[in-house]
């Protein structure tokens, strides 16, 4: 868990990262950007990777809040929000491709960046199947998640409208199994 001075530094490091990449910004950019010492900077996050961690965490916290919030009973209105809601957050993001993936092209051999990557997923695929109220809808929900995530920058709104649609049909589908 996160102190106040580290979410707030996390936050900056998010920024920075967000708008320049992983690859560019050097530690002096990083602190530059967050606004805080050398010192301080290293104090919370000891390394460069360590930055990138702290950025990444902040942002697995932030985005699993936004996904949650209002969030209907589980089921099918519940799915159809998800994909509302992602939609809204592809719009402020401008559509960018993930931050998670992002990083961990710029860090292929870091073993903790890939961890962290991994939890995030994880937890997204676990949310997936409470969000749906069925266990087996999770992997069809995260697919549709993380394709709208990469093709939205092309698409647009018509990924989000698409997605929805299958999640749709494979409600439907599974309401039409359950009752032949």
Same mark, same amino acid.
């Given at each position: ?10 936050? +900056?490091? %998010?920024?920075? /990262?967000?708008?320049?990449?992983? *690859?560019? &910004?050097?530690?002096? !950019?990083l602190r530059?950007? =967050? ?26 916290q ?32 401008? +559509?960018? %491709?993930?931050? /998670?993936?992002?990083?961990?092209? *710029?860090? &292929?051999?870091?073993? !903790?960046?890939?961890?962290? =990557? ?63």
């Open positions: 868990m996160m102190n106040d001075a580290q979410k707030q530094i996390a936050a +900056g490091l %998010e920024q920075v /990262f967000w708008s320049r990449g992983f *690859a560019d &910004p050097s530690v002096p !950019d530059a950007g =967050v606004g805080v010492s050398m010192r301080t900077l290293y104090r919370h996050f000891p390394s460069r990777e360590a930055m990138i961690l702290g950025a990444l965490e902040y942002r697995h932030r985005y699993l809040k936004y996904v949650r919030e209002g969030v209907s009973e589980p089921g099918l209105e519940a799915a159809v929000q998800l994909f509302d809601k992602l939609g809204g957050w592809m719009r402020v993001t401008q +559509g960018k %491709e993930c931050f /998670f993936r992002q990083a961990l092209a *710029a860090n &292929p051999d870091s073993t !903790d960046i890939k961890d962290t =990557v991994n939890r995030h997923k994880g937890e997204l695929l676990e949310f997936m199947g409470i969000l749906s109220g069925h266990d087996q809808f999770a992997s069809t929900l995260y697919l549709l998640h993380e394709g709208v995530t990469a093709c939205y920058a092309e698409m647009g709104e018509k990924a989000v409208e698409d997605a929805k649609r299958q999640a749709r049909l494979m409600f439907r589908e599974a309401s039409e199994k359950q009752f032949s």
